[in-house]
């Protein structure tokens, strides 16, 4: 059976660019914050992850900075792009702690949850 994706747009409107190669990330770990019906979190918010956000992440149980070889994740650091859950996304901004945003990687269905606004004042990618 194909994978069925969502028509790859990011919240301006444009093609979706690439979030991050290494680490691999995406919910399908093609490199983009591509969706369809099998990603029922909305791996949507193609980030920039900071040491804060990270801590954060861990403190709520989902520790992205140890490395898991056994699903082929090295870990992540500071600085690093990933596709991140939208409502995370939108808990970590409740928090005071959202990482920065690249809105030209971030797919259109992250406006289900999040805030164009919000996810703008966080974008990294505006001119």
């Known amino acids: 059976m194909a994978m069925v994706l969502e028509e790859s747009v990011n919240v301006l409107g444009e093609t979706l660019e690439a979030c991050g190669n290494d ?13 369809g019906p099998d990603d029922l979190g909305s791996h949507t918010v193609c980030t920039v992850v900071t040491d804060e956000f990270l801590a954060f992440s861990r ?15 090295p870990g992540l650091r500071a600085g690093d792009g990933w596709c991140l859950c939208a409502a995370r996304w939108n808990e970590a901004l409740e928090a005071g702690c959202a990482p920065r945003v690249r809105l030209r ?11 164009l606004a919000d996810l703008k004042r966080h974008g990294v990618d505006l001119s």
């Open 23 to 35: 680490p691999l990330t995406g919910f399908y770990r093609d490199g983009c914050c591509n969706t």
């Open 59 to 73: 403190s709520k149980g989902n520790d992205l900075s140890t490395p898991r070889p056994e699903f082929d994740f």
């Open 105 to 115: 990687a971030t797919h259109k269905a992250a406006l289900e949850v999040c805030d």
